[in-house]
């Protein structure tokens, strides 16, 4: 594989599980104002987060490259109102989907066709992301302030469960 692009889907090992780490912590930010509903949205989307790296190590390996493991950034966002996260989180996605081209590209360069077609799926995965990210700051900016429909939109996002990546490699 092309030293470049190994580097980059290694440093995306990295970026992913950073992601979970930043996920987890927003989790963890509402489970503290008891809006549990919020907190197992982040909680299951950390553990997608997880997913995601984990498929990068094993693209890594059934290529025969070696997975290069970085320490993980402290989350150092900092959220003074239930509306911060989820701002954070809209952001972030924009991030990664500009990661995810980025590896795009250096694939494309070289031609290297499998990692684009593994890409694929991420690329697809990223609109959905920034989707779901936006859908959330829209609700809470339309019921958010509202605490009866606050109790709502927390019950409905208590209702979320995981399912496992639908790529499989
Ligand atoms: Fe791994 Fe939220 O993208």
Redesign the pocket.
């Known amino acids: 594989m092309d030293r470049k692009v190994a580097d980059l889907l290694n440093q995306q090992v990295n970026k992913?599980f950073y992601?979970a780490y930043l996920y987890l912590d927003m989790a963890n930010y509402y489970i503290d104002l008891d809006l549990d509903g919020f907190g197992n949205w982040y909680t299951i989307q950390a553990q997608?987060?997880r997913d995601?790296a984990m498929l990068f190590v094993q693209y890594l390996q059934n290529n025969g490259e070696k997975v290069t493991l970085e320490a993980i950034d402290k989350p150092d966002k900092v959220f003074e109102t239930p509306l911060d996260p989820l701002v954070a989180a809209a952001e972030h996605?924009r991030y990664?989907t500009d990661l995810i081209h980025k590896i795009y590209e250096a694939a494309y360069e070289v031609k290297d066709f499998r990692t684009m077609q593994f890409l694929d799926w991420f690329v697809k995965?990223?609109g959905e992301?920034e989707k779901n990210a936006d859908g959330m700051v829209r609700k809470y900016q339309l019921f958010g302030s509202d605490a009866k429909s606050l109790y709502l939109l927390n019950q409905e996002l208590a209702a979320r469960v995981y399912s496992a990546p639908s790529l499989v490699l």
């Open positions: 992913e992601s997608e987060e995601h996605e990664v995965e990223q992301e």
